[in-house]
């Protein structure tokens, strides 16, 4: 029997979060370069922040070390292992003469990304808004969307025009914004700030109660002598902020997932509580190695600062030689770069298209990290001296090409 009501269609657009999101502009790249090397072409990749170095040995020691226990393979603690929270608030006073609790200013995330989303499920509700810098890195942003928040837009170059965008949003904004992130060093674009900066942040986020999430993932890769600096090195900041760092970049660690949020008790709190029902913390072993990281020989921070540092050297010159200028980024593992004389109006994804199928090499559209990071491209630092120069040569073979 035939009826004119069509049937019910189940299609991902039914679910309220899915029609939140756009397409993930990064993987269009990705893909291409994974149908490139599956078809065997040499692919140099400068798109994705991948860290090429393995952990440093004694810490896979203990990882191996833990695993051979019995009773290490249970359900681990979601808010982290007490040896592994007070090694972090060990690690803040050595780094940045910050005194923090253990029990209730310290709390272990499965990396930076998984903190900050986590967190934004805890502390946002549907059409609450949050300040987001644009470029940024798109958690930043779709960890609140995702969430139901709203985002405003600020500047991610911390100057005049940030301040005054800070002020024209809590001024004619509707609900007021009640949450800032900021990125310091910036992914993607390697910007970073004083301890001025802060302390005058924390006088405004104080003044206009709002909480404030420091996203610290790139603390230790600092260049030229010029350290990074924490929020919280601010007298009063630990009352309106709370800070995420990693492991994955100062200590090659990406696929552990390991990283930390500190800082004010009360988000930690509501973090640790919203975790306690996602998950149940990383592996028990992964924890341990974590600690003999933090707490053991230091060398692998300095020779990974050194190692993208010189890359970053290496980059700039062979680029700049190739006929393509790359600003000198002063933190990060990243270089942030206007299109290339002659592809300024072609736009910033069709461009990072272009340059893997002519050149073999793979950048990551600006346009991935928001709508200010059109007309830009994010270099990551993750092959050797080396590649580094072969993507050059290839560049400069393919800007020859097109510009004659």
Not at 56 to 82: F, N, T, W
Not at 148 to 173: D, K
Not at 309 to 318: I, P, T
């Amino acid at each position: 029997m035939n009826t004119s009501e069509p049937e019910p269609s189940l299609s991902e657009e039914q679910f309220y979060r899915m029609r939140r999101l756009p397409p993930y502009v990064i993987a269009e790249v990705n893909a291409m370069r994974h149908a490139a090397r599956a078809a065997g072409r040499d692919v140099i990749d400068l798109g994705m922040g991948n860290p090429d170095q393995p952990p440093p040995q004694h810490v896979i020691d203990k990882l191996c070390e833990v695993a051979g226990k019995p009773s290490a393979h249970g359900y681990s603690q979601s808010r982290g292992i007490p040896g592994l929270r007070k090694a972090q608030a060990n690690y803040y006073g050595r780094r940045f003469g910050v005194d923090l609790d253990p029990e209730s200013e310290v709390v272990v995330t499965m990396g930076s990304k998984e903190g900050l989303s986590s967190m934004a499920t805890a502390i946002v509700a549907p059409g609450d808004v949050v300040l987001a810098p644009s470029p940024s890195y798109p958690i930043h942003t779709y960890g609140f969307i995702i969430a139901g928040a709203t985002i405003r837009s600020v500047p991610t170059t911390p100057n005049e025009e940030y301040w005054e965008s800070l002020e024209q949003a809590m001024a004619y904004t509707s609900p007021r914004p009640s949450v800032l992130v900021v990125n310091y060093p910036s992914n993607p674009t390697a910007e970073t700030v004083d301890l001025a900066f802060y302390e005058r942040l924390v006088a405004w986020a104080r003044e206009n109660k709002v909480w404030v999430l420091s996203d610290l993932a790139y603390s230790e890769l600092y260049y030229d002598g010029k350290p990074t600096r924490s929020i919280l090195e601010v007298p009063g900041a630990k009352e309106c902020a709370v800070e995420f760092t990693s492991m994955s970049k100062t200590y090659s660690m990406a696929g552990w997932r390991m990283g930390f949020a500190v800082g004010n008790p009360t988000l930690i709190k509501a973090l640790t509580r919203v975790k306690s029902y996602l998950d149940y913390g990383a592996f028990t072993p992964i924890q341990a190695a974590a600690c003999a990281a933090l707490n053991g020989p230091q060398d692998i921070v300095e020779e990974n600062r050194l190692r993208y540092q010189n890359r970053r050297d290496v980059m700039v010159e062979a680029f700049g030689r190739a006929g393509w200028d790359i600003p000198v980024p002063p933190a990060s593992m990243f270089a942030w770069a206007p299109l290339p004389p002659g592809f300024e109006s072609m736009g910033s994804l069709d461009f990072s298209k272009k340059l893997l199928e002519e050149a073999g090499v793979a950048v990551a559209a600006g346009i991935g990290y928001g709508e200010e990071g059109e007309g830009f491209v994010r270099i990551a630092m993750v092959e050797n001296e080396q590649r580094i120069r072969q993507a050059a040569r290839n560049v400069k073979r393919f800007l020859q090409r097109t510009n004659t």
